[in-house]
């Protein structure tokens, strides 16, 4: 009797660990993408930004990230380095010796190896030497469901939200600026489509300085949270 109920109390346990390992699983599934805030700052640094008119990601194919930016036309040379961090505060360089450019004076650089949270930002230095740092932008890949990418940045030239959501299918998407109480400062409700849905938060240029959160739904899942800092 005392072999089989400290058999039946080891089989117990066993279950009772394995459950609790189950339950850690779908709990970090389901607040990946949304219970550290990121954080995107407003502001550029340096005067070579002025020259910058779009920085943005996308997703394609192999779940690599394509980053692309345009710059002004104009004649003065200029070196570009991709820096990426997992936070948005700490920066490093990564190898970007393949940036490649297309018509238009936009340019292109592939991140083979993308985390599910990306920081990305853009030295830029001048023929003098001179260096300027674009602002934050911060993707988010998904390797499942119906959203493949979320990305999120202050606009170049007016200082609005920017938000690029990559659907597999149709989706509603939600667009939320909080304070950081959690009250809603401006909402923007879409009707996302297949492939890049590209949308500027109408009003976020009005926003006074200080510290909001913005926080991307789509069909009623979170799937992104950023802390946003307006200069």
């Known amino acids: 009797m005392e072999t089989t109920f400290s058999s039946r109390m080891g089989h117990f346990c066993r279950m009772l660990i394995i459950c609790f390992i189950v339950f850690i699983s779908i709990n970090a599934k389901l607040t990946n993408h949304s219970s550290v805030p990121l954080t995107v700052k407003s502001e550029f640094t340096g005067n070579n930004v002025n020259r910058l008119v779009d920085f943005r990601g996308e997703s394609i194919k192999n779940n690599k990230v394509a980053l692309k930016w345009k710059i002004n036309n104009d004649e003065e040379s200029f070196t570009y380095t991709v820096e990426k961090s997992r936070d948005g505060e700490s920066f490093t360089a990564v190898q970007t010796s393949g940036i490649q450019v297309e018509k238009g004076n936009i340019f292109t650089w592939t991140d083979n190896f993308p985390k599910s949270t990306n920081c990305y930002r853009l030295k830029i230095t001048d023929s003098a030497g001179t260096v300027s740092y674009s602002k934050t932008l911060v993707v988010e890949t998904y390797k499942g469901g119906d959203v493949v990418l979320v990305g999120a940045t202050p606009q170049v030239n007016l200082n609005d939200i920017q938000v690029d959501v990559q659907l597999r299918e149709l989706a509603m998407i939600n667009l939320n600026i909080t304070n950081e109480k959690g009250d809603i400062i401006l909402q923007q409700k879409e009707k996302g489509k297949s492939g890049i849905n590209q949308y500027t938060i109408a009003g976020s240029r009005d926003l ?6 913005l ?7 979170d799937r992104m949270m950023v802390h946003l800092i307006k200069s």
Do not use: H, I, T
Request: net charge positive; glycine share 16%; hydrophobic share 30%.
């Open 208 to 213: 006074k300085p200080g510290d909001y959160f």
């Open 215 to 221: 926080k991307v739904v789509v069909n009623g899942s």
